[in-house]
């Protein structure tokens, strides 16, 4: 069993729509992030959290500790919002709060005009 | 799955020397490479793009001459910090991306702990 799952694996939403991608974790956390990876770039980092919610524009994050989940919302889904949404932790197996990332599998989110 | 790793793991040196991170593939050939930093308390920041054979492209902010990348084949990049300095200190990470990988095929290294001191 993977420490970081994400589900779903695959996401197809029409524009427009609210969308929720979650991440579960099985180890004790430091953080927890939330990438985007776009075609043929790297990463951006969508949020860092450790407690509660954090809203960018349209995004939002939300963290549970005691159930160690997390998720990913996006609000008036758009095309543009067509991506890879990767989890990640930072566990506290390794150096304390600056231990080593986790990372799920990411979920691949198509939307549809 | 795929595998990248990075060497060293950890790694401490004295301020003004240079210090060489390793990324390699380990099962597949990566034409592009990523390197990210993380501050403490920090999220992940790309630094750069490496392709194989041309010159890496840096992110705005990140000083070429400092953060010396060479992608010199389809499996391994590296990335020399020169002249590190206590700033410098942070943790590096290293993604590979196979050419014939769809979208989200992107395989990330363990990551390399400098501490400059």
């Known amino acids: 069993k993977n420490e970081v799952e994400q589900s779903p694996q695959n996401l197809t939403a029409q524009e427009g729509e609210f969308i929720t991608i979650n991440c579960s974790y099985s180890?004790?956390?430091?953080?927890l992030h939330w990438l985007q990876q776009h075609p043929g770039g790297g990463i951006v980092s969508l949020f860092m959290l450790s407690s509660g919610k954090k809203k960018h524009g349209r995004l939002i994050a939300t963290i549970n500790i005691q159930e160690k989940h997390s998720s990913l919302h996006i609000t008036a889904s758009h095309p543009r919002d067509s991506a890879v949404y990767i989890c990640a932790v930072e566990w506290e197996g390794f150096g304390g709060s600056q231990g080593n990332l986790i990372f799920g599998k990411g979920t691949k989110l198509s939307v549809k005009p | 799955g795929a595998v990248v790793s990075q060497h060293p793991s950890w790694v401490i040196c004295k301020s003004g020397t240079s210090v060489k991170i390793e990324c390699r593939s380990l099962?597949?050939?990566?034409?592009?490479m990523f390197w990210y930093r993380q501050f403490p308390k920090q999220s992940l920041m790309l630094m750069a793009t490496s392709n194989e054979g041309s010159k890496a492209t840096y992110e705005q902010g990140v000083e070429k001459d400092k953060f010396l990348i060479n992608h010199a084949s389809l499996t391994l990049s590296t990335l020399t910090v020169t002249s590190a300095h206590p700033e410098d200190s942070s943790f590096y990470i290293c993604?590979?991306?196979?050419?014939?990988?769809?979208?989200?095929?992107?395989?990330f290294g363990p990551g390399t702990r400098l501490t400059v001191l």
């Open positions: 180890v004790g956390i430091s953080a």
């Open positions: 099962d597949f050939q990566a034409t592009t």
């Open positions: 993604s590979a991306r196979s050419p014939s990988g769809s979208l989200g095929e992107q395989f």
